[in-house]
């Protein structure tokens, strides 16, 4: 028998002088239980990770983007976009946290030190998210709670006794579902400094979003494991129920056909591929450390690359499917006259103005109204839950800050933190906040969060060391167009889509909606503005509070080596050369089998 490439297992509790054969493989101990958790099973995992992934942005802002872009034509550059970045990208997180066996900080702290940065930063982005994602799913609760009337609150402008202008001003417009969105909803003031006004409701539903967050994540994926058979799940019954209700109304053909008519022209401007990428990448949730804590928790010897395939194509078929749901109930909006379906915005305008008016206008409309927002809360939910993971993980499991108090005790008060930390959203500037934290927290720094990951595992762990880890895994070497990926294309793309982005908010001055209330003589209520310096201010910092790690880290690193030469002389070689890992160092877990495959264990004493 030829001892190549042979796996060899070896037991660790057994002595070490005793050695064992290259050809024979020794029967070790049963796994001892991991301390960190684990999913229940492979199923749990799954729908951990499609939860994740889908999200409210699959409802509201791809059928946006695809009608915008010619229709049917823009699948033409966002599933190229989906095979050259999305499933790669994904592919990389989820090998890295199966064979890491850790959150987002430790994985990359492994590969090198100064890279650590990468794992606090995702750990900021996830906080930032956690924040404010939440208040969405608040907005989603108010609706769904006020959806318990047989006349539904949105469909008619407020009767009030005289003569309001506010109010008249709701008739003038006949847009009472957008008018009760950002008066009684948002409670909207005059500006981003303005936060007068309060939505007590809104704060409400906020303590209850966190509560069911708490309830289903306190004990880390043993209870999200089990909550998300039906958070993960009960969606897709909505949509699918929606879809035959709205495929039957009228005038539901001619929204369909706004939604997949092609128009190859649009492939022409670079604003089509753009979004394409963009949302690709946002949508699958990468850059944010969940998908690397997600898969620390599943057994080492698992088929990471179907894993990333599968979650891949059901992200993005759940996409194309909830536009075809969502533009048959917005031709049915046209055919009463209500509104043009090629005038809708994305978003939350989409969802909570352009849906509840045509919802409203449905038989036993309470019913459609209940069924619609329980899909957006458990779709907000879903991504919630992973987010938060992603944050907690790598503080109290990798970096064991809090290593006298227990995981349930510390996830308690992290959520309270951010709960109050969030009260601000429900003040009339909480619309602005929230445009703020979108257009600034969460583009540029998870570009420069991804683009670091490529770097990472295409250039420092080399793309040599992790085909040999995903062969130990899953018993198969990636796909060589894999490795390609993730050392040049891939990063290639972020770093365009990171230049593109960073040029455009330079070059324009950004603005947002406000609530500007109503003249006699108008009927518009919601006007353009141009964002105050403050709020951009503000929004520069969130991008520098999330990225400064990595810088950081790498300067701490080195200011620490003693010789400064080798230290810089190691990071070329990480570089241009595959690093030799002590593999077992890496990934090695108590009770588990110590696998060799073939690495130099003596290269790295660092790690």
Not at 258 to 272: A, R, W
Not at 448 to 470: D, R
Request: aromatic share 14%.
């Amino acid at each position: 028998m030829s001892n190549q490439g042979q796996e060899v297992y070896v037991n660790k509790s057994a002595s070490p002088d005793i050695a064992a054969p290259n050809d024979v493989k020794i029967d070790v101990k049963p796994k001892e239980k991991d301390e960190r958790g684990a999913w229940g099973n492979k199923v749990e995992y799954l729908l951990a990770c499609i939860g994740l992934a889908v999200g409210l942005g699959n409802v509201w802002r791809f059928p946006y983007l695809c009608h915008k872009h010619g229709g049917g034509a823009f699948l033409v550059p966002y599933f190229i976009c989906l095979v050259f970045e999305g499933i790669p990208l994904m592919y990389l997180e989820m090998a890295v946290g199966q064979f890491f066996r850790s959150g987002s900080v430790n994985c990359w702290s492994k590969i090198h030190p100064m890279l650590r940065g990468i794992g606090v930063g995702c750990v900021c982005v996830s906080m930032l998210l956690c924040l404010y994602y939440v208040i969405i799913i608040a907005r989603c609760f108010l609706y769904f709670f006020n959806s318990f009337t047989a006349s539904l609150p949105f469909t008619v402008c407020p009767e009030v006794d005289g003569i309001d202008l506010a109010d008249t001003c709701c008739m003038r417009s006949n847009d009472s579902a957008n008018y009760y969105y950002w008066n009684n909803v948002l409670k909207a003031s005059s500006g981003f400094e303005d936060v007068a006004n309060f939505n007590w409701e809104l704060l409400g539903c906020l303590a209850l979003a966190w509560v069911i967050c708490y309830i289903c994540v306190f004990k880390g994926v043993e209870s999200s494991g089990k909550a998300v058979y039906f958070t993960a799940t009960f969606p897709y019954v909505c949509l699918v129920i929606l879809f035959f209700r709205g495929v039957t109304l009228p005038g539901a053909v001619d929204g369909i056909l706004v939604y997949i008519k092609p128009d190859f022209s649009k492939l022409l401007t670079g604003q089509v591929w753009l979004d394409a990428a963009t949302q690709i990448f946002f949508s699958l949730s990468l850059g944010f450390g969940a998908l690397v804590a997600f898969a620390s928790y599943v057994p080492y010897k698992n088929n990471v690359g179907r894993d990333a395939m599968i979650v891949s194509l059901v992200n993005c078929g759940t996409s194309v499917f909830a536009g075809f749901v969502i533009y048959s109930i917005l031709g049915y909006r046209q055919h009463l006259g209500i509104g043009d379906v090629k005038n809708v915005s994305s978003g939350s305008g989409l969802a909570f103005v352009a849906i509840s008016e045509a919802v409203s206008a449905m038989n036993v409309p309470y019913i459609w109204s209940i069924l619609f927002f329980t899909m957006l809360i458990l779709l907000g939910l879903d991504s919630e839950f992973g987010t938060l993971e992603g944050a907690v993980t790598p503080l109290v499991v990798d970096m064991n800050l809090f290593p006298k108090v227990r995981k349930e005790i510390v996830l308690g008060v992290f959520s309270a933190i951010l709960f109050l930390l969030g009260i601000g959203f429900c003040s009339g500037g909480g619309e602005y906040m929230i445009m703020v934290f979108d257009t600034y927290g969460m583009n540029i720094p998870i570009l420069i969060l991804a683009f670091s990951e490529c770097i990472a595992v295409g250039w420092v762990f080399g793309t040599e060391n992790m085909s040999k880890a995903i062969e130990d895994m899953q018993g198969s070497r990636p796909n060589a167009f894999f490795t390609i990926c993730w050392k040049y294309i891939s990063p290639f793309l972020l770093i365009v889509i990171f230049f593109v982005t960073f040029i455009q908010n330079m070059m324009k001055s950004p603005t947002y909606g406000v609530f500007s209330g109503c003249t006699e003589d108008s009927a518009e209520f919601v006007t353009g503005a141009d964002l105050p310096v403050s709020a951009q201010v503000i929004g520069w910092c969130i991008v520098i509070c999330a990225v400064i790690p990595i810088p950081i880290f790498i300067f701490l690193n080195g200011k620490t080596e003693p010789n400064k030469m080798e230290f810089l002389k190691s990071i070329a070689c990480s570089i241009w050369e595959d690093r030799k890992y002590d593999m077992e160092s890496l990934y090695q877990r108590p009770g588990e089998p110590v696998i060799h495959n073939g690495f130099d264990n003596g290269y790295n004493d660092r790690l």
